[in-house]
């Protein structure tokens, strides 16, 4: 089978992806050892990742997010302090075995995802001495600044309009994109990239820190699906949709921060009913939702379970991303019920953790078998029901029930099936229930419910429709 980078915005929806940091996922020849130092590497490399493949595919995700893979200042185990553009990071491996663990997710029909961080480079110690160290911008001119005035410190600068775009995030050396060498080494870098070691898609870092004429042409380079992420830590309430909106004129898909932070209040203990009105009110607002990335969890953030002790909620979350509108973005880990705070501490290993018998691991095995099976991804999504317990949708006729971990009898109605249908859920064995005037009655135990009709054809129509459509044909040409 031949595999190409070439993969559009409209061939990713297909994929579900499962977020990992190369230094924590796994070491090489199984090693179990425990890490001293979160802050510090703790020895994952390419090599544990390709070895660990099956893990990976065992829950049905089919593409990776790897940490940006360049050589970087020392002690940088999360790849986000740039060195060299044209050197791999010693401590993930060699660029040859970067490219035998792209070929071996291929292999597998799993995509990879390259991390882009075109915004900055690293923090060397002197930078006015330390800055012809770098490749291949090692001039000041290289640079917006060289100093530690920091993007939060935005509030002093309201009259500059670009501050935001030139400012030394976290103390970094900004990167001159308005430089023509500088814009033009990115770009070439970019496509280097892709060709060399055949990524399929692109992840980009900073986003707002970038000035929106860079990332049109940026993305454009890249030929394939680029997402980007908005919003962390300073001057963008992250809630802002229309903020994070714009920026979906300048790539393929943006990641949904605001609906990052609505699960995280109605999974929790939220009713409900908050979440339908944000989608109600987002889908006004995004041109494309269906390229945005949306998760439960990542490594700039505290893991689900530290901020809300809510297991049963928590999976209900996890379900709701599998099959709501866009690409789910799953975070290592979560899969084994991580609960750590902070960075690092969210960036726990995952060396000898790897249970395959976890619920939660065989959970997300089934929901993304049945999200490829049925390809609810390219099917209509509708809102069905909603009360403060527990929100239903469906995606063509596949009908999701999800509630933030109350323990309820409920009564799902409008819906389209025929009566007497019968929906079993496919996460429970014994769980069936037949449709009566459009409608359904089942007792939700805290967990997650994919219902879907006994009989029903995997492309996700309904026989009954199809064949009215046949008689409605037949009678037209009598």
Same mark, same amino acid.
């Given at each position: 089978m031949?595999?190409?980078?070439?993969?559009?915005k409209?061939?990713?929806?297909?994929?579900?992806?499962?977020?990992l940091?190369?230094?924590?996922?796994?070491?090489?020849?199984y090693?179990?050892?425990?890490?001293?130092?979160?802050?510090?590497?703790?020895?994952?490399?390419?090599?544990?990742?390709?070895e660990?493949?099956?893990?990976?595919?065992? *829950?049905?995700?089919?593409?990776?997010?790897?940490?940006?893979?360049?050589?970087?200042?020392?002690?940088?185990? +999360?790849?986000?302090? &740039?060195?060299?553009?044209?050197q791999? &990071?010693?401590?993930?491996?060699?660029?040859?075995?970067?490219?035998?663990?792209?070929?071996?997710?291929?292999?597998?029909?799993?995509?990879?995802?390259?991390?882009?961080?075109?915004? +900055?480079?690293a923090?060397?110690?002197?930078? !006015?001495?330390?800055?012809?160290?770098?490749?291949?911008?090692?001039?000041?001119?290289?640079?917006?600044n060289?100093?530690?005035d920091?993007?939060w410190?935005?509030t002093?600068?309201?009259?500059?309009?670009?501050?935001?775009e030139?400012?030394?995030?976290?103390?970094?050396?900004?990167?001159?994109?308005?430089?023509?060498?500088?814009?033009?080494?990115?770009?070439?870098?970019?496509?280097? *990239?892709?060709?060399?070691?055949?990524?399929?898609?692109?992840?980009?870092?900073?986003?707002?820190?970038?000035?929106?004429?860079?990332?049109?042409?940026?993305?454009?380079?890249?030929?394939?699906?680029?997402?980007?992420?908005?919003?962390?830590?300073?001057d963008?309430?992250?809630?802002?949709?229309n903020?994070?909106?714009?920026?979906?004129?300048? *790539?393929?898909?943006?990641?949904?921060?605001?609906?990052?932070?609505?699960?995280?209040?109605?999974?929790?203990?939220?009713?409900?009913?908050?979440?339908?009105?944000?989608?109600?009110?987002?889908e006004?607002?995004?041109? =494309? =939702?269906?390229?945005?990335?949306?998760?439960?969890? !990542?490594?700039?953030?505290?893991?689900f379970? +530290?901020?809300? !002790? !809510?297991?049963?909620?928590?999976?209900?979350?996890?379900?709701?991303?599998?099959?709501?509108?866009?690409?789910?973005?799953?975070?290592y880990?979560?899969?084994?019920?991580?609960?750590?705070?902070?960075?690092?501490?969210?960036?726990?290993?995952?060396?000898?953790?790897?249970?395959?018998?976890?619920?939660?691991?065989?959970?997300?095995?089934?929901?993304?078998?049945i999200?490829?099976?049925?390809?609810?991804?390219?099917?209509?999504?509708?809102?069905?029901?909603?009360?403060?317990?527990?929100?239903?949708?469906?995606?063509?006729?596949?009908?999701i029930?999800?509630?933030?971990?109350?323990?309820?009898q409920?009564?799902?109605?409008?819906?389209?099936?025929?009566?007497?249908?019968?929906?079993?859920?496919?996460?429970?064995?014994?769980?069936?229930?037949?449709?009566?005037?459009?409608?359904?009655?089942?007792n939700?135990?805290?967990?997650?419910?994919?219902?879907?009709?006994q009989?029903?054809?995997?492309?996700?129509?309904?026989?009954?429709?199809?064949?009215?459509?046949?008689f409605?044909?037949?009678?037209?040409?009598?």
């Open positions: 031949t595999f190409s980078a070439k993969h559009p409209e061939e990713w929806i297909s994929r579900s992806v499962y977020q940091l190369t230094d924590r996922f796994a070491k090489e020849d090693d179990f050892k425990p890490c001293d130092n979160l802050g510090k590497y703790c020895g994952g490399t390419f090599n544990g990742i390709k660990n493949l099956d893990y990976i595919a065992g *829950m049905g995700f089919n593409a990776i997010w790897i940490s940006p893979p360049l050589k970087n200042k020392e002690g940088s185990y +999360h790849g986000y302090h &740039n060195v060299d553009l044209y791999i &990071n010693e401590h993930f491996g060699t660029a040859q075995e970067l490219k035998d663990l792209i070929k071996a997710c291929h292999n597998r029909d799993i995509w990879v995802i390259l991390d882009a961080v075109p915004n +900055h480079m923090d060397l110690s002197d930078l !006015n001495k330390t800055i012809a160290e770098m490749n291949p911008f090692n001039k000041s001119e290289h640079f917006h060289l100093t530690n920091y993007c410190n935005y002093y600068h309201g009259s500059e309009p670009n501050y935001k030139n400012c030394s995030l976290f103390g970094l050396p900004d990167l001159n994109q308005e430089n023509p060498f500088v814009r033009d080494e990115l770009i070439k870098w970019l496509k280097y *990239m892709i060709k060399e070691y055949d990524f399929d898609g692109i992840r980009l870092a900073d986003v707002k820190n970038v000035p929106k004429w860079f990332w049109k042409d940026f993305t454009e380079a890249a030929d394939t699906y680029t997402l980007g992420i908005i919003g962390l830590n300073d963008l309430p992250e809630e802002d949709i903020f994070i909106a714009g920026y979906q004129e300048y *790539m393929d898909g943006v990641g949904d921060y605001p609906l990052f932070d609505q699960i995280r209040k109605s999974f929790c203990k939220d009713s409900m009913i908050d979440l339908s009105k944000f989608i109600q009110d987002s006004k607002i995004y041109t =494309k =939702k269906i390229y945005n990335g949306i998760w439960v969890g !990542n490594h700039d953030k505290p893991r379970l +530290h901020e809300c !002790n !809510n297991r049963d909620g928590f999976r209900n979350a996890i379900i709701f991303i599998l099959f709501y509108k866009g690409i789910p973005i799953f975070y880990g979560d899969e084994q019920y991580f609960d750590g705070g902070n960075d690092p501490n969210n960036r726990e290993i995952l060396f000898g953790s790897k249970d395959t018998n976890s619920d939660l691991y065989k959970m997300i095995k089934i929901a993304n078998t999200r490829k099976k049925y390809k609810t991804y390219d099917l209509y999504f509708q809102e069905r029901d909603v009360t403060d317990g527990f929100y239903a949708f469906t995606r063509g006729e596949v009908l029930i999800v509630t933030n971990g109350i323990k309820q409920i009564n799902v109605q409008h819906l389209d099936y025929q009566d007497g249908d019968i929906l079993c859920n496919q996460l429970s064995s014994d769980d069936c229930v037949t449709v009566k005037n459009g409608e359904i009655y089942t939700m135990n805290g967990m997650p419910k994919i219902y879907i009709r009989g029903a054809t995997n492309n996700g129509k309904y026989m009954n429709f199809v064949l009215f459509n046949l409605f044909l037949a009678f037209l040409f009598l």
